[in-house]
């Protein structure tokens, strides 16, 4: 028996692994960032058709489309395929504050860490 999650665009029958319906996901994804179809198909080099018809299962993206996609969606492919694993995206999210923690200045980061402190426990000042 086929059953349907909603939440991440996948049907999965008993005993199989979850299939990710990428023209559900690849528009959820659109749409969350805010953009037109037409927006992507510019920003890709395609017809805003070409968009209409992946996201409305009719054909599907190469590979290579796909990772760029991926890329102006700013996700991995993973993310675009359903597939990203919870711890993955933890330590995926906790990469990406490094990443941008580690381009602030020294009196930025102080200031940070003193911040973070004071929301794990107010009454510290």
Not at 17 to 24: E, F, G, I, S
Not at 65 to 70: I, L, N, R, S, V
Not at 105 to 118: P, T
């Amino acid at each position: 028996m086929a059953e349907r999650d909603e939440n991440q665009n996948t049907v999965q029958k008993e005993g199989t692994p979850a299939v990710v319906n990428l023209a559900d996901r690849s528009r959820e994804i659109r749409t969350q960032l805010g953009l037109s179809q037409s927006d992507v198909a510019k920003a890709l080099n395609v017809t805003r058709g070409f968009i209409s018809n992946v996201e409305n299962g009719r054909v599907s993206m190469s590979m290579r489309m796909m990772t760029y996609y991926a890329r102006l969606m700013h996700c991995s492919l993973d993310e675009l395929a359903g597939l990203t694993d919870k711890s993955y995206y933890s330590t995926a999210l906790d990469h990406a504050l490094m990443t941008e923690i580690s381009k602030l200045s020294i009196e930025d980061k102080q200031r940070l860490l003193q911040d973070l402190r004071h929301r794990q426990d107010p009454a510290k000042k």
